[in-house]
Each structure stands twice: as C-alpha cells, then as structure tokens.
C-alpha cells in the first residue's frame, strides 16, 4: 500500500533516515526542514496521505503546523513526534493540531510502520467513501434532471394532444383523427413506460443508498462504538483504583468526553439507520421515532398504528424517511407546538397522515428550502408506486397524506 507521506523536522539527521525508510519500502517520501516549508510544500504538491512532524521547532512549533494542516488539508492524517514526556503538554498539542496519532522519539520503527499503515488505510476508506458519495449526489442530479425533462415532454404532449383534439373536433376527415389519435396513443404509452423505467431506477438507487447507510452504520457500530465502551470501561476501572486527586479530575473530564462522543455516535447511527427497525419492525420504530422527536423538539407528536399485517421492508423504508423528513419540516418550520402522526392501512394499501398546529405552508417560491423537503416527500411516495398530499390545514397547520401500497 504506497503512501505519500511528508515528514517535517529540523533535524536533518531524522529526515534522511525516515527518506531512506521509507522510500526503501516503495512510499513516495518528501521531507521538509521547517513549517514554512512544509507548508509551501503542501501547497504546490499534490495531496498528501500523511503528514509527520516534530513537535519542537524554531520559528513554529509541530502542534501549530498541524493545526493549520487539519483547517486547510482536513483529510490529510497528522503525527506528531515528541522527546518530551509531559502528557499536559503532548494532550494539549493533540488538542491544538487535532492529530491523529503520536509518538515518542527515539520512535520504535515497527510502530511507526504501523501508525502509517493504518492512517494510510483511513485516508483510503475516506477517499473512497467521500467518492462514493460524489457518484450518488452526481446519480440523483441526473435522475432529477432526466424527471424534469420528461415532465417538461410530457407536458409538451398534453398540449399537443388538446391541440390535436381541438383540430379533429373541427375537421370530418374520421381516417386522420384515428391515425393521428393512435400516433398519440403511442407516444403517450411511451412515455408512460419511460416514466415506469425512471420510478424503477429512482426506487433501485434509493434501496442502494439505503443499504449504503446500513453498511456504514454496521462498520460504525462495530469499530467505533465498541471501541468507546472499551475506553469507558478502561477509564472506569482507573477512575475506582486511582486515589491522586488530580488524576482523578482528568479521568472524570475524559469520561465526560467519551460519554458525550458515544451519545454522537449513536445519534449519528439511529440518522443512518434505525436498529429498532431491523430488529422489532415497522410499529416499533414508528412508536420510538415519535417519542425522539417529541423528546429532542419538545413538541407534543400524538400517534395512531392501526396496521394489522406486516408492512414489507422496502414500504418500512419509505414510510420512515417520509416521517423523518416530514418530522424535520416541523422542526424547521412550522413553529407548531403538536404533530399528529396516523396510519392505517385498506385493501393492501397504507395511508399516512402527519399534521401540526403550525403556521402552515406560506406563500413562497418554489426555491424556498422547505419546498425541496416537501417535494422530496412526494418523490419519494411516487418512487414507490404511491402518492402524497400536502396541504394547509384551515385552522391552521400542514397536512401531509401519503398512499403507498404495501408490497
């Protein structure tokens, strides 16, 4: 796995030995004296895998670098190496430069070694998630742009279809009002089943994007949040045996953060996708977003579930997003103080209805960033065969109605 790595320090004794290193094992090596020239350096180069750098410089220190390293290169994985063994100081320059890794000098080889070689495969993973995410954004802008040129076309028909029946209503030649009515019976079937093809890659690219979401939560859960519990367990186990008052404060400080960076991971998990919907289904995860959003919001949510049979996985997806993003409308806003959610399902088919006390849909332009999440519902209902309503309630509020059948 060949890496690009800069190393930064004014010891030019160090520099050559980390060239000669690294070099030998096929990384493309760059070395620089001081910050000014590392960062020149980073400039005018292409991007870098790592970047490892003194933490005692003249003129700017390695914490310093880092940190305008991490504000300028983000993605960019940062070391710092330090002689000095003051954990307040080495804490702090973590803190300053926001690195990744550190090590001490003299540094061990083998673990440097594999300090690389987990910071070069994070910055990989990265990469290829970040290009993973540029391919679907520039996926949906095609599909929205390819749905507005065959709304635009068949619009464009039924114009030209009123034209033609205004004409034939005029004319009593019956041999072109049947050719002309079943060339336009064509054209429309055609188009019909263009738009049947567009809603079945719209539905396939949105199950994709969801089983994305599933296997990122899955790798999330299973390295970083159980990684977490370890810390937390480790940091209990010395919070119980140390008796150094001091020492005891920092423990408690970083339990604090580890509690606060765990609660964001599972916030960020339940986003990308829900567990309790995997696990207890559609009814139970309606019941636990409900109760989330009024917790996080503060605004009472009344819910009604009269769905007897089980709803299908691809309609649980659907239904979920659309309350999620609707949840999010509300939020946003509709400065309501109640929400209502109801469904029920007849004759195969499910119905949804979400409504507010708010202050319903205003009078703005289709630009308006409520209305790409309001339209986003609709697209949404129509990908999956069904669709949706939305309306202001006459005493006030939004009503959003949704069909979908359950299949």
């Not at 070069?120 to 998630?129: G, K, M, Q």
């Not at 019976?185 to 263009?194: C, F, G, N, P, Y």
């Not at 186990?237 to 400080?253: A, H, I, Y």
């Not at 630009?367 to 669709?387: C, D, H, P, V």
Request: with cysteine; proline share 3%.
């Amino acid at each position: 796995m060949c890496a690009r790595i800069l190393f930064v320090d004014d010891d030019p004794t160090a520099l050559l030995t980390f060239e000669r290193i690294f070099r030998r094992l096929m990384h493309d090596t760059v070395t620089a004296k001081n910050a000014k020239e590392a960062l020149d350096i980073l400039k005018s180069s292409p991007p870098f895998h790592i970047v490892v750098s003194d933490y005692m410089m003249p003129e700017m220190s390695g914490d310093i670098l880092l940190q305008e390293v991490s504000r300028r290169w983000p993605d960019t994985r940062r070391v710092i190496l330090s002689s000095y063994a003051d954990k307040d100081l080495l804490l702090n320059a973590i803190n300053i430069g926001g690195v990744h890794r550190y090590l001490t000098k003299p540094w061990d080889l083998q673990e440097l070694l594999t300090v690389i070689e987990e910071l070069t495969t994070e910055y990989d993973n990265a990469e290829r998630d970040r290009n993973s995410t540029k391919e679907t954004d520039n996926k949906n802008h095609q599909l929205a742009t390819t749905n507005n040129q065959l709304e635009e076309s068949i619009n464009l028909r039924i114009t030209a279809l009123q034209e033609y029946q205004h004409q034939l209503q005029k004319s009593n030649d019956q041999v072109r009002l049947y050719e002309r009515a079943e060339a336009l019976r064509e054209d429309e079937h055609t188009l019909r089943k263009t738009n049947e093809s567009l809603r079945f890659f719209s539905r396939e690219l949105e199950n994709r994007w969801e089983e994305e979401k599933n296997a990122l939560a899955r790798d999330i859960h299973d390295e970083l949040a159980q990684s977490l519990a370890v810390i937390r367990l480790e940091i209990s186990s010395q919070l119980r045996s140390t008796v150094d008052v001091k020492n005891l404060d920092n423990l408690k400080e970083i339990k604090k953060h580890v509690d606060s960076t765990a609660h964001s991971v599972k916030r960020i998990l339940s986003a990308l996708r829900p567990q309790i919907l995997d696990e207890f289904g559609f009814e139970a995860a309606v019941i636990w977003i409900a109760g989330d959003f009024q917790n996080r919001s503060g605004i009472r949510c009344d819910l009604s579930y009269d769905i007897p049979t089980p709803v299908s996985k691809e309609t649980s997806n659907c239904l979920y997003r659309i309350i999620q993003e609707a949840q999010t409308n509300i939020i946003r806003h509709s400065q309501a103080t109640a929400a209502n959610i109801s469904l029920c399902q007849r004759n195969k088919r499910i119905y949804l209805k979400i409504s507010d006390n708010g202050i319903g849909i205003q009078k703005t332009g289709p630009n308006e960033t409520r209305s790409f999440g309001l339209i986003g519902i609709q697209e949404r209902a129509m990908y999956y065969g069904g669709k949706c309503a939305i309306s202001s309630n006459d005493d006030g509020g939004t009503s959003i109605e949704v069909e979908i059948p359950n299949s």
